[in-house]
């Protein structure tokens, strides 16, 4: 999987459901600077933490990882 492009998918998401960083990471359990890294591609994200993502934002797993 390509990190950079999960990376602008989640940040992507995030914005076009309207949360900011600090309330998805609130949704997550996860810091402010966690979701900064997962959002600029420089940490690797656990695939349970994927699938966490996905359901915060309403989205499919698939939806989220999609490549294009």
């Known amino acids: ?17 309207g949360f900011t960083q600090q309330q998805l990471a609130e949704r997550l359990g996860v810091s402010v600077a966690v979701l900064g890294s997962l959002e ?6 656990e695939t349970k933490l994927i699938e966490r993502i996905a359901e915060s934002l309403g989205v499919s797993y698939e939806e989220l990882t999609a490549g294009g």
């Not at 999987?1 to 459901?17: G, S, T």
């Not at 600029?40 to 994200?45: A, D, I, L, Q, V």
């Open 1 to 17: 999987m390509e990190y950079d492009q999960l990376a602008q998918r989640i940040r992507a998401f995030r914005k076009l459901k």
């Open 40 to 45: 600029r591609g420089t940490r690797k994200p």
